[in-house]
């Protein structure tokens, strides 16, 4: 298998469990709503689909979706590794970006 074909199954795989997932947190946002909310302040049931837009609405406004984080956390780890690189010698540089290459090749 070449790289570029590895990558497209394992994002294959990827999405079934990720849309798992979405649902899985659906069906306890429902379940919380249907067994709390209803007894205690006496609103209507819902259905997992609603769930899952009132999910989505509660990440928009109040929680986002962690891409800030995620790209705060990258810009850091490049930053640490530039200044790692840094003190090593030409010869140690050229050893560590070999094994990188092995390693994810």
Request: proline content about 2%; aromatic content about 14%.
């Amino acid at each position: 298998m070449t790289p570029k074909s590895k990558k497209i199954v394992k994002i294959l795989c990827i999405i079934p469990i990720f849309i798992g997932f979405v649902f899985l947190l659906s069906f306890i946002v429902m379940q919380l709503w249907n067994n709390i909310l209803v007894s205690v302040i006496g609103v209507k049931q819902i259905t997992i689909y609603q769930s899952l837009g009132i999910f989505v609405l509660c990440k928009i406004l109040f929680g986002g979706f962690g891409f800030r984080n995620r790209m705060q956390n990258r810009m850091n780890f490049k930053q640490k590794m530039k200044e790692k690189f840094s003190h090593l010698t030409e010869e140690e540089r050229q050893k560590m970006k070999e094994e990188f290459r092995k390693r994810f090749q």
